[in-house]
């Protein structure tokens, strides 16, 4: 509640800060005796910013109200900025991140006699085209001298080191924006590229912190401060509204609309444009007369290359922070630490050799996450284990061994304590129609991990596995990695689909399949297998293998040995009308429909006239395209 008088004031307990104070007019301050009217309110806020006992949101708000009224109290501009320095020093300590950052900020402007409600409200950048209005060489220094190393940590740390609420987000969008305008609009003596380059670094872990923003980070009653101007939140002890999500919109929308201004700033800035790419001179096109004129590329390269290895660095980021919660929650009396380090895995531990190539570069740049530890899944606990377990075996009665084969290890796992999934390459055996590459489909919803199906059979070559060589025209990664890329995981299930039926010789330049197949599922070479694009090693040991086949003459016998064989019978009869149930869920999954829009069907009569799974299958399909064709679609 506000104080009416000194006497009213808090004690002096919870302010060690205090001790670090010399000042005599923060002394007096600090004591707060006899003081009356703007020295009592400046007063105020410096002992709740300095307080450590008040909730972190309430001091920064403090400290930003003991910083704008400190002028008002001493009228001495080098006393005023001297004054704030030494609170900053004291408070910060225990506030570190982007609003004492701020703050700090803040001051270096007053002290550069620069008007910092000007540079932080939010309309100066849209007088001109470049920028602001007034450049200076004031403004110029304190953007190489004070905002520039200002900001080094929010390139080296991760956001969920950074980001405590979305009051910190406001104050880096703002930190961002303004730097990125600021280098546009202010003489550097910086090549173009580098330019460009800085800007788009920005512009990259802005789009991050949005993100952030919108889905995770927590919000006080009434929501984030606005994104400008100042911020006249009422202590947290006045009554405020519940709903955080207006204002919380509100904000990220005022990012976005302020972040696509500065991009197109970035991208049509006439000077870095001209820099960048310059007129062509010489001969017109077609001719064959040689110039010496410099080939234009793209102003945007170098920026888009930039963009996209922060972005895939901030997904990874924000993947294991979300990764972390979870085991918090789960394991709240286990160390964070230790848990974390057995459920992620790091797939690259390298840098990934650089190439020439631009748009290779572009595509290196994508790849940039899997250099973070990503999440492995975690176990369900034992009652949902078994009851996903018991729905599976519901779906799929006639293959009991073939799930115990999995569900077994699950279990041992679980009950022995350990907290990710993880089991031995399993080989389904069966005839033709058995629903075995939906069972593998269904065991990775199970578990909660990506699905990736392979097709080997009839394969002549392992590129599938081991991604297309550097130098072709087609050349990428493993679809392997660009799924844990895309996932942002380190691991998934992957499906080897018919695999008695992939050729064993050697029709290419690529290994076979079933040989190259031999790296993969053995653990110590897995740890490094070299992707033949990326050409650094990759740890690929936490993958889970299903393969399928419908006989095993044809495997190769060292490969056969990495497997654990499982029959997989042919349903009988009397399994007919689940699978058709499931065969329906299948389809309006595939058309991204509701289950509750697909139509009846006689179950019984379909099941009676197949004569195998796979005519069973053809069936359904006909039955439903027929009876949505008779009776109409749903609106």
């Not at 007053?110 to 085209?129: A, E, F, I, K, V």
């Not at 040689?290 to 901030?314: F, G, M, N, Q, V």
């Amino acid at each position: 509640m506000p104080f009416d008088s000194d006497d009213d004031m808090p004690q002096a307990v919870g302010l060690p800060a205090l001790s670090a104070l010399y000042s005599p007019v923060l002394l007096m301050l600090g004591s707060a005796t006899g003081l009356t009217g703007t020295a009592l309110d400046a007063a105020r806020a410096l002992r709740l910013a300095l307080d450590a006992q008040v909730p972190r949101i309430t001091r920064l708000d403090a400290l930003g109200d003991f910083l704008d009224g400190l002028p008002a109290v001493i009228a001495e501009p080098q006393a005023v900025d001297n004054l704030a320095r030494e609170v900053l020093a004291a408070a910060e300590p225990g506030l570190q991140g982007p609003r004492l950052t701020e703050f700090q900020l803040q001051c270096a402007a007053r002290h550069r006699d620069l008007d910092w409600p000007w540079l932080r409200g939010g309309d100066w950048d849209t007088r001109s085209p470049s920028g602001p209005a007034r450049t200076s060489r004031a403004l110029t220094e304190w953007l190489s001298v004070d905002l520039t190393p200002a900001l080094q940590p929010f390139w080296r740390e991760p956001l969920e080191r950074q980001l405590h609420d979305t009051e910190e987000a406001a104050a880096m969008i703002r930190l961002l924006r303004l730097y990125v305008l600021l280098t546009l609009a202010t003489p550097s003596g910086s090549p173009p590229q580098t330019t460009l380059n800085d800007c788009a670094r920005a512009l990259g872990l802005w789009k991050a912190v949005e993100k952030r923003l919108s889905s995770v980070l927590p919000t006080r009653p009434g929501g984030p401060a606005p994104l400008y101007g100042v911020d006249d939140a009422a202590l947290p002890d006045t009554p405020e509204p519940e709903d955080t999500s207006e204002a919380r919109e509100a904000l990220l929308d005022a990012s976005l609309v302020a972040r696509h201004h500065a991009l197109n700033l970035a991208a049509g800035h006439a000077d870095i444009r001209q820099a960048v790419q310059p007129p062509l001179s010489g001969p017109l096109s077609g001719s064959t007369s040689t110039t010496t004129a410099s080939k234009p590329t793209s102003s945007l390269t170098e920026a888009t290359i930039t963009a996209a290895a922060d972005a895939a660095r901030s997904a990874a980021a924000d993947a294991l922070f979300a990764h972390e919660e979870t085991l918090a929650e789960r394991f709240p009396l286990q160390p964070l630490d230790v848990l974390v380090a057995h459920t992620t895995c790091q797939l690259i531990a390298e840098p990934i050799p650089a190439m020439s190539n631009r748009e290779d570069r572009l595509m290196l740049a994508a790849y940039e996450g899997l250099r973070y530890s990503l999440p492995l899944a975690l176990l369900p606990e034992v009652a949902e284990l078994e009851e996903r377990l018991t729905q599976l075996h519901a779906e799929f009665p006639w293959a009991t061994r073939a799930i115990e084969a999995v569900a077994g290890e699950l279990r041992a796992r679980r009950r022995l304590g350990a907290v990710s999934v993880a089991w031995a390459p399993v080989l389904l055996v069966g005839p033709p129609g058995t629903g075995k590459t939906r069972l593998a489909r269904r065991l990775a919803e199970v578990v909660g991990l990506p699905f990736l199906p392979l097709g080997v059979g009839g394969s002549t070559d392992s590129r599938m596995l081991t991604g297309t060589s550097r130098g072709w025209a087609s050349g990428e990664p493993s679809p392997i990695l660009r799924l844990l890329r895309d996932r942002c995981s380190a691991q998934a299930v992957v499906l080897l689909d018919e695999l008695d039926k992939s050729h064993q010789g050697r029709a290419s330049n690529a290994a076979p399949v079933q040989a190259a197949l031999l790296g993969l599922l053995e653990p110590e070479s897995s740890r490094r297998w070299i992707d033949s694009y990326l050409q650094v090693p990759c740890d690929l040991s936490k993958l889970l293998y299903i393969a399928t086949a419908n006989r095993l003459g044809t495997i190769d016998p060292a490969l056969l040995s990495r497997l654990r064989p499982v029959l997989v019978p042919t349903p009988e009869r009397r399994h007919y009308p689940g699978i058709v149930e499931q065969v329906v869920r299948d389809i309006a999954d595939d058309w991204g429909l509701p289950h509750a829009v697909m139509p009846a069907l006689d179950v019984s009569g379909i099941s009676r006239a197949a004569g195998s799974v796979r005519e069973l299958v053809r069936l359904v399909r006909q039955e439903i395209v027929r009876e949505v064709a008779s009776t109409g679609a749903p609106h």
